[in-house]
């Protein structure tokens, strides 16, 4: 939802608040509204959403009684911009030129947001990947332990150190060397990974991360299905086929004697 609101009472609740927490960075530290944002709420470009509304009333110590507002639902809102603004370049004809203008320069921006925060804000760019990382695609299948994994490969392999009463952490967050991982599971030092994806690139992939992990102490081990021995001939030292999950020996000797060692 959004607010409709006086342009003049919404630049002045934004000035205030701004004076009272001493700068605009400080006010979206206090107020976790982006700092840039806050820019365009104080001239009034943009609307107040809601929840940004109520924050800075309760920043000012202000309630919603104090100011003459109205709601207005977000997807109307945007609805009636986007078709009005789409009517006009379309009668102009000049649609497709601005709309692959406005993709152009929102990817430049965000290559650029991209590289900033990774020079100045290294881990907090990384918590954030992380939380976008944990929502890319559904966790559907679930384990014996009883979380929810992404595929039947990954259940597998929870199921089987499950049984061996191993205590993993599944996909933790894991930072070495100004670099984030995230790992299908992590027991001590040891890593499992899990793929089913066919390509070297994979492999090629999965080699930085490996030469990465091992640096920082980890034992890294892949899970592939064996009919994809061909693709993964980069990384065969650290490969357990997963047919070979089946064998307990095996397993034993591979993973859990490293284990033993750590």
């Known amino acids: 939802m959004y607010v409709e609101i006086d342009k003049g009472i919404q630049s002045d609740l934004l000035q205030k608040s701004i004076s009272r927490a001493g700068s605009e960075r400080k006010l979206a530290r206090i107020t976790q509204i982006p700092s840039g944002m806050i820019y365009f709420y104080k001239n009034s470009t943009y609307r107040l959403p809601y929840d940004r509304f109520s924050a800075v009333l309760n920043f000012l110590g202000l309630n919603e009684n104090d100011c003459l507002f109205e709601l207005i639902d977000a997807n109307e809102y945007r609805s009636k911009g986007g078709k009005a603004t789409y009517a006009k370049y379309?009668?102009?004809?000049?649609?497709?030129?601005?709309?692959?203008?406005?993709?152009?320069?929102?990817?430049?921006?965000?290559?650029?947001?991209?590289?900033?925060?990774?020079?100045?804000?290294?881990?907090?760019?990384?918590?954030?990947?992380?939380?976008?990382?944990?929502?890319?695609?559904?966790y559907k299948?679930?384990?014996?332990?009883?979380?929810?994994?992404?595929?039947?490969?990954?259940?597998?392999?929870?199921?089987?150190?499950?049984?061996?009463?191993i205590d993993y952490d599944y996909e933790p967050y894991i930072y070495v060397f100004n670099k984030v991982y995230f790992p299908d599971?992590?027991?001590?030092?040891?890593?499992?990974?899990?793929?089913?994806?066919?390509?070297?690139?994979?492999?090629?992939?999965?080699?930085?991360?490996?030469?990465?992990?091992?640096k920082a102490g980890f034992v890294v081990f892949v899970v592939v299905p064996e009919?994809?021995?061909?693709?993964?001939?980069?990384?065969?030292?650290?490969?357990?086929?997963?047919?070979?999950?089946?064998?307990?020996?095996?397993?034993?000797?591979?993973?859990l004697q490293n284990k033993k060692i750590q």
């Open 141 to 165: 299948i679930k384990t014996k332990k009883g979380h929810f994994v992404r595929n039947q490969l990954e259940k597998e392999v929870a199921d089987l150190l499950y049984e061996r009463k």
């Open 227 to 255: 009919a994809l021995r061909s693709f993964y001939k980069l990384i065969e030292k650290n490969i357990i086929y997963q047919e070979e999950l089946v064998g307990k020996d095996f397993f034993n000797r591979k993973v």
């Open 185 to 214: 599971f992590v027991f001590g030092k040891t890593v499992l990974e899990c793929t089913s994806w066919k390509g070297v690139q994979k492999a090629c992939s999965l080699r930085k991360k490996i030469v990465k992990l091992e």
């Open 90 to 138: 379309k009668e102009s004809g000049r649609f497709p030129t601005i709309h692959k203008k406005m993709r152009l320069a929102s990817s430049l921006k965000m290559k650029e947001w991209h590289k900033h925060m990774k020079r100045t804000k290294t881990k907090e760019y990384y918590e954030l990947q992380y939380a976008r990382f944990k929502k890319v695609s559904p």
